[in-house]
C-alpha cells in the first residue's frame, strides 16, 4: 500500500501525535501545520510528472482542495511523524534533516513521491550532490520506473557529470515499450538542452545509441537525434555527415530533410543535396518541407526556385494558406500583380473561413498589407486605404500607416506623409527605430535622396551595430553623386563587418560602372560571390565588370545563369546592353521588353533604352 490515507484517518494520527509527545512539548503551530498543509501536501499529493531538472525543481504544487476517498493506508503512526518532522525542518530552513527524514521514510515505504519529495528538497537547497543520491537510491529501489532514471539522468546533467549519463540514457530506452521506442529517441537530445558541454553531450548520446544506430528500425531516428545535438554543439560538418547516414538508412524520413534545411549555407552545398534528393525521390514531401525550403532558397535570394516550391504547395495541397501568402508575397516584388492578387485573396479568403483566426493574424495583417501595396502601385489608392483600414495587428501598424504616408506623398503631400509617420506612438526603443526607418524609405522612394542621407547618418550614430544602415547611406551617397563618400562608407563597413558581402558587391559595381579600376573592382565582386555564390545580383555584377574589360562571350554565359535564376529588370538592363554590343538586337529588345513588364519603373533599364534611342 502507499502513503496515502483517507483524511478522516490523517486527522485522527494528528490528533494521536500531538497526544504522544514523543520528543517533549510540542508547539501548537505543528498540530495546525499537520492539518491543514503537511497532510494534503505531502499524503494526499498525487504523483508528479518528472520535472526537465534546471539547477533547482521548482517547490511542489499545493495539493487540490477537492481530494477524492483514496485507498486506505499502512502509514504508522511513527512513519508519520518522522515525515512531518522532515518538512517541518525544511520549512524552517533546515533542508539537511528534512532531507534525511524524509529520503529515510522513502526507504522504508518504497514510496515513488516520497523518493521524489527527497531530491526535490535537496534540489531547492541547491544540494546536487544529495539530490543524486535521492534518485539513485529511488531508481535503485525501483529499477523499472522510467520516472526514477529520469530524475537521475536529469541530475547528472544538471551537475554536468555527462560521463556518467550513457547508462541512464540507455535505461531510458530498454524501459520503452518497443513501439514507442522511436520517439523515445527522438526526445533523448531535448534531456541536455541545458547542459553546458553540448559537444561532451553529442558524444554521450552517440555511445547510448550505439545498439540504435545499428539496428535498421531505429538506426535512421538515431542518427538524426545525434545530428540534432551536433548542431548544437555547432559540429555543423559533423551534423551533417549524421543527417547524410539517418538519410541512408530511411530516405522517406522527414527529421534528416528538416536538419539539413537548417545547415543550409551557400559554402555547404552538401546540405542542400540532401534535401533535393529526399524531393526528387519517391517520398512525399509535406508542406512544411517544401516551405522551408522555399524561405532558405528566398533568404539567398534565389526566389524563382522559391517560386517552384511554393507552386508545389499551392498545387499539391491547395488547401494550404501560408503557401499562397508567401508566393503572392514573391509575386509582389517580381511585380507580377494579377498573380500576387489572386495568391493573396486567396489566402484571405481561406482565413476568414478558418475557424481560429487569431492564429492567422499577424498573416492576414501581412496579406492586407501587401494587397494596398498592390493597389498602391495602380495607383488605386482608395483601394489600398481600404485595405490598410482591415488591419487590427498591433504590430503591423507601422506599416499600414507607412503605406499611408506612401500614397500621401505620391500625390505631392511629403511634408503630411513624414508627419504621419512621426506622430505614431513610440512603446519602445524598437518603435522608434521603426519609425525612423519607415521615414528614410519614403524619403527614398520620393527620391529625396539628401534626406534620406541625413536620416540614416543619424540612425548609423544611434544602432552602430546594424552593418545594413552604413550600407543604406553609403547607397544615397552614390544617388547624390557622392562618389568619394560612398567608397569611403563602403570601405569602412567592409573593415567593420569583413564578411557583408554586400559592401563588395556595391563597391566593384560601382567601379565598373564608372569604367574604373577593372581588376580591382572585379576581384571585389568575386570576393561578394566567396560569401554568397548564389546571388544573381552579384551574378549581375560580374557579368558587368567582364563585359565592361572586353570579355563578352563569358559576360553572356554569367547573364544567362543570373537572369534564369532571377528575371529582373535591372539584370535584363545589362544583359541586353551586351546582346546589343554582340549584334544581337532583336534578343536586346526581347530582354529589354520582358524587363520594363517587370519593372517599368527601373531606373537602370530606363536609362540604358534611352540611351540607345530604342523602343522596345
Known amino acids: 500500500m502507499g502513503v ?3 483524511l478522516p484517518m490523517e486527522q485522527e494520527r494528528s490528533t494521536a501525535v500531538c497526544r504522544f509527545n514523543y520528543h517533549g512539548p510540542m508547539k501548537h503551530y505543528f498540530c495546525a501545520l499537520m492539518a491543514a498543509w503537511v497532510v494534503p501536501a505531502v499524503l494526499a499529493q498525487p504523483a508528479q510528472p518528472g520535472p526537465a531538472l534546471p539547477p533547482a525543481a521548482q517547490p511542489a504544487a499545493p495539493a487540490s482542495t477537492q481530494i477524492a476517498p483514496p485507498a486506505a493506508s499502512t502509514l504508522s503512526s511513527e512513519l508519520f511523524y518522522q515525515l512531518l518532522i522532515g518538512e517541518i525542518k525544511t520549512r524552517d530552513g533546515e533542508p539537511a534533516a528534512g532531507f534525511g527524514l524524509i529520503l529515510d521514510a522513502a526507504r522504508k515505504s518504497n514510496d515513488a513521491q516520497l523518493y521524489q519529495r527527497a531530491a526535490d528538497i535537496a534540489l531547492q537547497s541547491r544540494s546536487g550532490d544529495a ?25 547528472l546533467i544538471a551537475l554536468n557529470r555527462l560521463s556518467e549519463t550513457v ?15 522511436q520517439q523515445a529517441i527522438s526526445n533523448l537530445p531535448r534531456f541536455f538542452a541545458r547542459a553546458s558541454d553540448k559537444k561532451m553531450a553529442a558524444a554521450m548520446l552517440e555511445q547510448a545509441l550505439t545498439e540504435a544506430t545499428g539496428t535498421p528500425a531505429t538506426s535512421a531516428v538515431a542518427w538524426t537525434a545525434i545530428a540534432r545535438l551536433r548542431l548544437a554543439a555547432a559540429d555543423l560538418a559533423g551534423a551533417l555527415d549524421a543527417a547524410e547516414r539517418a538519410h541512408s538508412q530511411d530516405p522517406l524520413a522527414d527529421g534528416p530533410v528538416l536538419l539539413a534545411l537548417e545547415l543550409m549555407d551557400p559554402k555547404s552545398p552538401r546540405a542542400e543535396a540532401l534535401v533535393q534528393k529526399f524531393l526528387g525521390g519517391s517520398a512525399k514531401p509535406t508542406p512544411e518541407i517544401r516551405m522551408a525550403y522555399a524561405r532558405a532558397l528566398i533568404d539567398v535570394q534565389r526566389y524563382a526556385e522559391a517560386s517552384t516550391q511554393l507552386q508545389a504547395v499551392t498545387r499539391d495541397r491547395p488547401d494550404h494558406p501560408e503557401g499562397w501568402l508567401v508566393l503572392g508575397s514573391l509575386q509582389l516584388q ?32 501581412q496579406a492586407y498589407l501587401a494587397l494596398a501595396q498592390l493597389a498602391e502601385k495602380r495607383k488605386d489608392f482608395a483601394g489600398a486605404e481600404n485595405w490598410l483600414g482591415k488591419i487590427s495587428n498591433s504590430q503591423e501598424l507601422v506599416q499600414a500607416q507607412t503605406r499611408r504616408a506612401s500614397m500621401l506623398a505620391k500625390q505631392g503631400k511629403l511634408a503630411e506623409a513624414r508627419q504621419l509617420i512621426r506622430q505614431l506612438p513610440e512603446r519602445n526603443p524598437d518603435d522608434a527605430r521603426a519609425k525612423l526607418m ?6 527614398r522612394e520620393q527620391k529625396d535622396y539628401r534626406g534620406a542621407h541625413d536620416l540614416l547618418a543619424q540612425a548609423v550614430a544611434k544602432y552602430p551595430e546594424e552593418p545594413e544602415l552604413l550600407y543604406d547611406q553609403a547607397m544615397m551617397a552614390e544617388k547624390m553623386g557622392a562618389l568619394a563618400d560612398m567608397e569611403r562608407l563602403l570601405r569602412q563597413l567592409v573593415l567593420r563587418k569583413p564578411d557583408y558581402h554586400h559592401a563588395y558587391n556595391a563597391l566593384g559595381y560601382s567601379l565598373a560602372e564608372r569604367n574604373l579600376r577593372l581588376p580591382e573592382a572585379k576581384q571585389l565582386i568575386q570576393k561578394a560571390l566567396e560569401y554568397a555564390p548564389e546571388d544573381p545580383f552579384i551574378k549581375d555584377s560580374l557579368g558587368w565588370v567582364e563585359f565592361r574589360m572586353g570579355n563578352k562571350a563569358e559576360a553572356v554565359k554569367i547573364f544567362e545563369a543570373a537572369y534564369k535564376a532571377k528575371p529582373d529588370a535591372e539584370i535584363a538592363a ?40 530604342v523602343k522596345p
Open 438 to 443: 519607415a521615414e528614410i524609405s519614403l524619403l
Open 4 to 6: 496515502r490515507a483517507a
Open 574 to 613: 545589362h544583359f541586353g546592353e551586351v546582346m546589343w554590343s554582340l549584334g544581337r538586337r532583336d534578343r536586346a529588345l526581347a530582354l529589354w521588353k520582358e524587363g520594363l513588364l517587370l519593372n517599368p519603373e527601373n531606373e537602370t533599364l530606363l536609362e540604358t533604352i534611352k540611351r540607345f534611342r
Open 334 to 365: 517580381d511585380n507580377q500583380l494579377a498573380a500576387a492578387q489572386t495568391s493573396l485573396l486567396r489566402y484571405v479568403g481561406m482565413v476568414q473561413q478558418s475557424p481560429d483566426q487569431e492564429q492567422h493574424s499577424r498573416g492576414l495583417s
Open 167 to 181: 547508462e541512464p540514457l540507455k535505461t531510458e530506452l530498454q524501459l520503452t515499450a518497443p513501439a514507442e521506442r
Open 131 to 155: 539530490a543524486l543520491q535521492a534518485a539513485r537510491a529511488w531508481r535503485q529501489a525501483q529499477p523499472a520506473s522510467r520516472e526514477a532514471n529520469r530524475y537521475v539522468l536529469q541530475i
